[in-house]
């Protein structure tokens, strides 16, 4: 079955950069989309198809996709985008779930 | 305002079926495909399944998990989708969102349903 890989854990300073990753083998042909997930809430889009913010979404996310890596940027990350971030995609099959990365800022 | 709200969890039993739906309101439902992700205590996101629209058949797949267990319907006179489930495993116990896809996957999720498979 297709996997999404992403680190389990990024930790960064309040005003640094934070990138986390995704890698899948169909990333080259499949978009990416990334969500945040913060404790006991459901899951938000923070950027689809590759590299689109939602609206209402801070200029400081980003994203990006090189081969068959997906990268989430967050641009002076905040003390507030502390959360569990989650990239999806989708197969034949129909679709998956990276494994999760926990941002920490402080 | 778009609403998707989640109903019909509970504890049951190994081998126990229950279904969950999903009440939609604030745009169109008959246009959007549903999918179903589950997320089990401390765990990760994991997709379960989706039905599309109408045009598209309401074409439905599910993961390996669920397959041949678990079936996804909807009900665009209600604006509802359903999860039933059976033949539930412990490993099943999780909390159940629904979520649409409309243009963009997931824009809008529900606020999860907990389903606790035990004895």
């Known amino acids: 079955s297709y996997e999404l890989t992403q680190p389990p854990s990024v930790s960064v300073s309040p005003g640094q950069t934070a990138r986390i990753t995704c890698s899948g083998d169909?990333?080259?042909?499949?978009?990416a989309y990334w969500y945040q997930q913060k404790s006991g809430q459901a899951p938000v889009l923070v950027i689809y198809?590759?590299?689109n913010r939602p609206s209402g979404i801070p200029e400081r996310f980003s994203g990006s996709s090189s081969g068959t890596m997906a990268t989430l940027t967050i641009s002076g990350a905040q003390v507030e985008d502390e959360a569990d971030y989650y990239c999806?995609?989708?197969?034949?099959?129909?679709?998956?779930f990276g494994g999760g990365t926990k941002l920490t800022v402080l | 305002e778009v609403h998707l709200v989640e109903s019909g969890g509970g504890l049951v039993q190994p081998g126990g079926s229950l279904k969950l739906s999903c009440a939609a309101s604030?745009?169109?439902?008959?246009?959007?495909?549903f999918h179903w992700v589950r997320q089990a205590a401390g765990k990760g996101l994991e997709w379960v399944g989706r039905i599309r629209s109408k045009p598209s058949n309401y074409a439905t797949t599910y993961a390996a998990s669920v397959k041949g267990r678990f079936t996804i319907s909807r009900d665009d006179s209600r604006n509802t989708a359903y999860l039933q489930m059976n033949t539930l495993k412990t490993e099943d116990t999780a909390v159940y969102y629904c979520?649409?896809?409309?243009?963009?996957?997931?824009?809008?999720w529900g606020q999860g349903t907990l389903v606790t498979v035990s004895s």
């Open positions: 999806y995609s989708t197969d034949t099959s129909g679709g998956v």
């Open positions: 169909a990333m080259p042909k499949k978009y």
């Open positions: 198809e590759d590299r």
């Open positions: 979520t649409r896809v409309l243009v963009t996957p997931f824009d809008f």
């Open positions: 604030g745009f169109t439902f008959s246009d959007s495909a």
